[in-house]
C-alpha cells in the first residue's frame, strides 16, 4: 500500500519496517485498550492480519496513529462496532468449496452414521459460523442422509461465532437470491420458503440448530462432537493461538470424530492430533491420546 498524505500526516498506520523490525507500543496499547475496555484479546492473532484490518478503519476516519486512534476509540465509543465489524471477516456461502462437500455428503457423513446406533444422537459444531450459510449447508446434508424426522429428532447443531451481528442475521435465515444461488433448486424447494425478495429457512431444518456466541481461544468448546466444521478462522491465528484451538477442538471430538478446515489453512501441527482422511479437502479424523492431559499436548504442540 502506498502512503497517502492529509494535512502532512500519513494516514496509514505507522507499523515496523524492515529496518526497525520492533512492534509498534502504541499498536500494543490499543490491544490493551480493546481488552480492558471491551473484551477483546487479540494477543493470539496474527499482527499483520490486525494491523491489516484496523489500518482499513483508521483510514477510513482519517487517523494515522494507533496512539491517536486509542484516543479516538476513547472519545467516540460508537466507534468500537464499526471496527470490530471491520475486524471479524465474515465471508462464507451455501456449500462453499463445492468438491469438498461433495466429499463430505459422499464420504463423511455416511462413515458418521455407520459408527453410531441407529436412534445414537448425531452432534455437529460449526465454529466460526458467520451469517450461518454453512450450519444450514450442513443441516441440508444430515437431512438429506437421514430423512427430515430422524434428523430433527438425532441431530444436534451448535453453530458459532464471536460476531454478534453476523449471529443475529444467522438466527434470522433469511437469505437473498444471489445468496442462494449455490443451492441446487430440489433443495431450495424442500428446504427454505420465499418471502419476497428474500428465501427464508424452513422450520423443519432449523429447529435442530443452536447458534450461540462464542471466542475460540477463550470459551470452552462444544463436547462429544461427531462433526466440526471451522473453515478459513484458524489463519487469522498465530501459531500458539491455531495449537490452542486445535487442541481444543481435540476434546471437544468424539472418538473418530471428523475435523473439516478450510481451504487456506495448512496446519502441519493439526498431524500431531489428527489423521489425515483427505488433503484435497482439508478433512482429519481424530487420534486417540486420550492418556494426554491439554496441557500436556500443548506443551508437546509447542515443541514440534
Known sequence: MHPRQAQSQSLEPQQPSASHPERDPAFDELLT?????????????????????IGLRMHEVGI???RDYTAYLQANPNEFKPLINTLWINF???FRDTLSWEYLVADIIPRILRQKLADAPIRVWSAGCASGEEPYSLAIALAEALGIEQYQKRVRLFASDIDANT???????RYSALKMA????????????????????????????????HNLLEDPP????????????LIYFNQDGQMKTLVRFYFSLNHAGVLFLGSSELLPQADRLFKLLSVQHHMFRKVEKSSLTPELLIQGLKRA
Open 182 to 213: 449455490n443451492v441446487p433448486i430440489a433443495l431450495r424447494e424442500r428446504y427454505f420458503k420465499p418471502l419476497g425478495n428474500y428465501y427464508s429457512v424452513c422450520s423443519e431444518l432449523r429447529s435442530p440448530l443452536l447458534f450461540l456466541r
Open 33 to 53: 485498550y480493546l481488552r480492558q475496555n471491551h473484551g477483546f484479546d487479540f494477543t493470539d492473532y496474527k499482527p499483520p492480519s490486525l494491523m491489516r484490518r
Open 64 to 66: 494515522g496513529t494507533y
Open 92 to 94: 462464507t456461502g451455501f
Open 167 to 173: 449471529l443475529h442475521q444467522a438466527r434470522q435465515g
Open 222 to 233: 462444544m463436547s462429544q462432537i461427531d462433526l466440526l466444521v471451522c473453515r478459513n478462522a
